[in-house]
């Protein structure tokens, strides 16, 4: 009797290392099925294009097909809902852009960047501040001298909608600078290209979107980039100072976009996803494919992406309020 009672414990541990061993094998052997890159923004946008290059080479990297999904909707609040709610067991990833450090601000949803496990921030492009090339002000110090002597509402700016990217840029600029957030008139337009149009043509001063977005009218000569909101100069634009090195201010803006998943993955998971995601961050293809797009490259591994972006989402937070843009 003692031992059949032997073998029987025996064999139970037994049974429980092959489990062990099992659901080893089973967490090894991720991902088995295809995986779902959801991008909030609509097909053909920036960000459509960073998902579905970082979808291709993941695809690549994980020997399973990554589809592209675009979920619009919301100012963005649909597709990052779809990301933060889905089963977080690594096949549902995304693409997370700067405005989820915005819409909880604005009262458009509670969702926040902790509700996601970041694996990686993988682009930013910096504002600028751009002037067309006929206007009176050769550099950055002669423009803001000018917006602080003028009256109120003398200058105008574009470049996105009300409460926008870089409408809150200019506006934390100005704050930096001791001026109040609506010292220079926001003219709202349905994105930077119609707010560069509008400068162009003599409809308003100042554009602070990305210098990158500016880049071909920079090129033809037609718009004077004079400084760029980040913390160095822009390989792009090296002729470009930063504000820092002007007028000794440390605000610092840029537009950015990560690879994230669902909060709450399994460690060995979120580890392969991670490496996933470097490695084709890495790769010449991307690297090239954003150089050619003249897209700001930047890499920040999840620890430092989450302290980058928490430190963006409290600095956002500070200026809506400041500029009457926050509900809460």
Do not use: C
Not at 27 to 54: C, H, K, L, N
Not at 126 to 132: E, Q
Not at 149 to 158: L, M, V
């Amino acid at each position: 009797m003692k031992r059949r009672t032997l073998l029987t414990a025996a064999t139970a541990i037994a049974a429980l290392g092959l489990v062990g061993t099992g659901t080893a094998m089973a967490q090894s052997s991720y991902p088995e099925r295809p995986i779902q890159m959801i991008v909030p923004w609509g097909a053909g946008g920036g960000t459509d294009a960073v998902g579905r290059i970082f979808a291709s080479l993941l695809q690549e990297e994980l020997g399973k097909p990554v589809n592209v999904v675009n979920r619009t909707g919301g100012s963005g609040v649909v597709g990052h809902s779809a990301i933060a709610t889905a089963p977080a067991d690594g096949y549902t990833i995304g693409t997370m852009t700067i405005e989820i450090d915005m819409m909880h601000w604005q009262g458009l949803t509670e969702l926040t960047y902790k509700d996601y496990d970041i694996l990686a921030l993988v682009n930013a492009d910096p504002a600028g501040v751009m002037v067309s090339s006929d206007s009176p002000y050769n550099t950055l110090q002669e423009l803001l001298e000018a917006i602080k002597t003028e009256p109120k509402g003398t200058f105008k700016a574009s470049g996105t909608g009300q409460g926008g990217i870089w409408h809150l840029a200019l506006a934390g600029w100005l704050i930096s600078e001791g001026l109040p957030p609506d010292q220079v008139t926001w003219v709202p337009s349905q994105g930077a290209a119609p707010g560069l149009t509008d400068m162009v043509a003599g409809g308003v001063d100042i554009v602070p979107s990305s210098l990158a977005e500016g880049r071909s009218l920079i090129e033809a000569g037609r718009v004077r980039p004079l400084a760029s909101m980040s913390t160095e100069r822009q390989a792009l634009f090296p002729d470009v100072p930063t504000l820092k090195e002007v007028t000794g201010v440390d605000w610092t803006m840029a537009a950015w976009r990560t690879i994230v998943a669902p909060a709450g993955l399994p460690d060995d998971v979120k580890t392969k996803l991670a490496a996933a995601v470097e490695k084709a961050f890495n790769s010449d293809e991307y690297q090239n494919f954003m150089k050619e797009r003249g897209f700001g490259i930047r890499w920040a591994g999840p620890a430092d992406a989450t302290a980058a972006i928490g430190e963006d989402d409290a600095n956002l937070g500070k200026v809506m309020k400041e500029a009457g843009l926050a509900a809460n």
